[in-house]
């Protein structure tokens, strides 16, 4: 069958799923041969993995023309060790402490703990005793976390993945979930919010089979394969085996983590992966789904990785930028001899995230828990030094600031004035 131009772009440019592909047709049942013929192009220029499916097949998927730009991206960040950037500018090693927190909440977060990530932190930092199940998931895999941060140096073995599991679950799991390694009866996963069946896992007899195949590829030589790829078929196939009764979830992520730290991916130090996952979490179990309902075909869920992993590094490198610039415009107001308070400071720092550009006494008595007089002698000091303006907008005076452009000035000026940053 001969597709014409208009289809064509399904093969890898426009890669929707089946259902999607027939809403969009006017012909739903010469669609379903269309769809066809487009699966069968798609296969004949996919990529192969040596591992297999409930049924025997191997496992494939698309490189897309969209993974290019993005895997040259994220290899390019790879290049670079961040605090090296910016050792010099701020302890950046504690953004490393607090990616660890991070991971460990949303990573338990997303399977049904219930905390705050205040009461995590604080809880971790303190190193209190976990209140309850949820507190204890969560600082079990702050420990998983620690610990694959001193496994980078060392093989990636099964050995090493258990064990991950075992810190984990550690006093988590129902009495008839504890194994000694993986789980001996069949699984089905669940849909909470209403009890329907959603997956079935391979049957347990299959789980050391395909753990042992898996590792086989985790450890082998593949040239062709981009280790942004491999981590993200590694993670699929995990979650695919589920080959615990609990905690697969976490233990997988954590995995993955290791997995491309020990391949030069240092950003992972600083970037939570389930903090990502976690923002689109409806979108990364719909890229699950999808290469369940398209057997072997793992396309769909390398592609929802590596854009939630681009997302990460857009926020990384955002809070990368606000780091420098607080402590260049601290300097420059050091050299101005302006002196500001805490509260003036927090404020001047909060518009680089605020979607207006303007405040009001009011909301800025609200925001900080001040009376109205000293939240009207601190906005017209940063008034006074020509930081902030007073303009009215409608009937009431508002005190405007635009912190981007008032950055450029700081960097221009400090520049020209030929001072080292």
């Known amino acids: 069958m001969n597709l014409d131009e208009n289809l064509k772009r399904y093969i890898s440019d426009d890669y929707v799923t089946r259902l999607k592909f027939i809403y ?58 961040i605090p090296d950037v910016v050792k010099h500018i701020t302890n950046w090693e504690d953004k490393s402490h607090e990616m660890i927190i991070d991971e460990a909440f949303n990573s338990s977060v997303i399977e049904g703990a219930v905390s705050t990530r205040k009461r995590t932190s604080e809880m971790l ?3 209190e005793k976990p209140k309850n199940h949820s507190e204890l998931m969560i600082y079990n895999n702050y420990e998983a976390m620690i610990y694959i941060l001193e496994k980078t140096d060392e093989p990636l073995s099964e050995e090493t993945f258990v064990k991950l599991h075992k810190i984990i679950t550690e006093q988590t799991l129902s009495e008839e979930d504890i194994t000694e390694k993986y789980r001996d009866d069949d699984v089905e996963v669940k849909d ?18 395909m753990m042992d195949d898996l590792f086989k590829f985790i450890n082998e030589d593949t040239p062709e394969l981009h280790p942004i790829i491999k981590a993200c078929i590694i993670h699929f196939y995990l979650v695919y085996i589920h080959p615990f009764f609990d905690g697969n979830g ?7 983590v290791l997995y491309l730290l020990k391949h030069g991916f240092n950003f992972f130090k600083y970037l939570s992966i389930s903090t990502a996952i ?3 979490k409806s979108k990364y179990y719909k890229a699950i789904e999808d290469c369940e309902k398209h057997p072997t075909d793992l396309t769909y869920f390398i592609k929802n990785q590596i854009e939630l992993m681009q997302n990460g590094i857009k926020d990384l490198l955002k809070d990368l930028r606000m780091e420098i610039s607080k402590f260049i415009i601290n300097k420059w107001f050091d050299r101005k001899g302006i002196v500001l308070s805490a509260r003036q400071m927090k404020e001047i720092y909060s518009f680089a995230k605020k979607k207006n550009n ?14 109205y007089e000293t939240a009207r002698r601190d906005l017209a000091s940063l008034n006074d030094l020509d930081l902030f303006k007073k303009v009215k907008i409608s009937r009431k005076f508002v005190y405007k600031f635009d912190f981007n ?17």
């Not at 069946?197 to 050391?208: E, F, G, L, N």
């Not at 976490?250 to 993955?256: E, L």
């Not at 452009?405 to 940053?421: A, G, L």
């Open 405 to 421: 452009e008032f950055c450029e000035f700081v960097f221009k000026d400090m520049r020209e004035e030929n001072i080292e940053i």
């Open 250 to 256: 976490r233990t997988t992520r954590a995995f993955t």
């Open 278 to 280: 976690r923002k689109e």
């Open 125 to 127: 930092k303190k190193r």
């Open 358 to 371: 303007y405040t009001s006494i009011e909301e800025y008595r609200k925001k900080y828990k001040v009376s």
């Open 24 to 81: 969009r047709q006017s012909d739903p049942v010469g669609a379903l041969k269309r769809w066809d013929e487009i699966v069968k192009r798609r296969k004949d220029i996919s990529t192969s993995v040596n591992l297999l499916d409930q049924n025997g097949d191997k496992l494939w998927f698309v490189n897309l023309p969209i993974f290019g730009t993005s895997l040259d991206n994220l290899e390019y960040a790879a290049q670079y060790d």
């Open 192 to 209: 909470m919010s209403n009890n329907r069946s959603i997956y079935h896992a391979p049957p347990a007899k299959d789980v050391q089979w």
